[in-house]
């Protein structure tokens, strides 16, 4: 007959073996101030002026620690305007960016250098989410086709500064046609989302503490996008859009996870940020 002590300790030992295991702790999210946008109006948002009293945006990049590998997700405005204070933004009269402290600096303080990242994933193409990508080349790049093609392709989309990014194309790179499980535990998710550009994407975390999280890319911009599922009038494709809204609200409602809109300031001043952590 089986000692029941033998068995208890066992079982003991197994379960704190598997609490303490990569494997099931689930990843770690640094969350980095990569700079802000303040507008004069949101009429290019979908949105009038009445209906949000927002001008600021936050401009995110993250940093996710899983099963021993590092990716960034989203890497912020350009690097070139850390420390000039207000730059403004010819094409939007009135709008002026922002950035103190640069993606470098802030990935330092975690250990970091961009040649020690082992993933990069962006959103999407636009230059407030691309500005460091650079740096990046020697990570594994995972990107959608269609958002690849219009990068890179002979019809490249003309919201896109290729300056920003063009050391990915020689990048080691994953096309993605859909959904994709970074590490293949369920625990990180890029979810296609296209509309505001070809290959548009969100991305889904399951952490042990925090739980199940969604960052929205920029399929939202404000609170009120999602309650009025407004669409941007610089959106590649509406009814594309409409469609992952409908996706990501659908995922959210399965899941039960929180959404993040990234670029929510309200948001984005609640939460803390790197070196400190989320997990």
Not at 168 to 193: P, R, Y
Request: proline share 5%; with cysteine; glycine share 8%.
């Amino acid at each position: 007959m089986t000692n029941p002590w033998k068995r208890l300790i066992g079982l003991a030992v197994a379960g704190f073996i598997a609490a303490c295991s990569p494997q099931s702790s689930g990843p770690k999210l640094f969350v980095m101030d990569c700079g802000s946008l303040t507008l004069k109006d949101v009429a290019g948002f979908g949105l009038t002026n009445d209906d949000t009293p927002v001008r600021t945006l936050f401009v995110p990049c993250y940093l996710l620690q899983h099963k021993g590998k590092t990716m960034l997700w989203e890497a912020g405005l350009p690097l070139a305007i850390v420390g000039a204070g207000k730059v403004d933004i010819e094409s939007l009269p009135g709008a002026y960016l922002e950035y103190e402290v640069s993606l470098v600096d802030q990935l330092a303080e975690i250990g970091l250098t961009p040649a020690e990242v082992d993933y990069i994933a962006l959103s999407h193409l636009h230059f407030d989410h691309i500005g460091a990508a650079n740096l990046f080349a020697g990570s594994t790049w995972f990107v959608q086709r269609s958002e690849h093609e219009v990068a890179f392709g002979e019809k490249a989309n003309p919201a896109f500064v290729p300056d920003y990014y063009a050391a990915l194309e020689t990048a080691k790179t994953q096309i993605l046609d859909g959904d994709h499980d970074v590490f293949g535990d369920g625990k990180v998710k890029l979810i296609s989302a296209p509309g505001h550009t070809p290959g548009h994407m969100a991305l889904l975390l399951d952490m042990k503490k925090t739980g199940k999280l969604l960052l929205s890319g920029d399929l939202y911009h404000f609170q009120m996008s999602r309650q009025l599922k407004s669409v941007p009038v610089f959106n590649h494709d509406a009814e594309d859009t409409r469609e992952a809204m409908e996706k990501v609200e659908a995922l959210l409602a399965e899941t039960g996870a929180t959404l993040w809109i990234e670029h929510d300031m309200e948001l984005a001043r609640t939460l803390k940020k790197a070196p400190n952590f989320y997990q």
